[in-house]
């Protein structure tokens, strides 16, 4: 291998780490608005009373 196949290898390398997480989470972003998110969903009936188990 030559040190231009290095050097472009490298420079190729360098793009797709700096690249890929930024797409993983503009993707993950998208699948998390699309499904119900469960925090918003309260109970009603929720008892605001601190259970005691003495």
Avoid: H, Y
């Amino acid at each position: 291998m030559s040190l231009i196949d290095g050097i472009l290898l490298t420079l190729l390398n360098t793009v797709a780490c700096l690249a890929l997480p930024k797409l993983l989470v503009i993707l993950s972003a998208k699948s998390q608005n699309t499904s119900p998110s469960r925090s918003t969903e309260t109970s009603k009936d929720s008892n605001s009373e601190i259970p005691s188990f003495s």
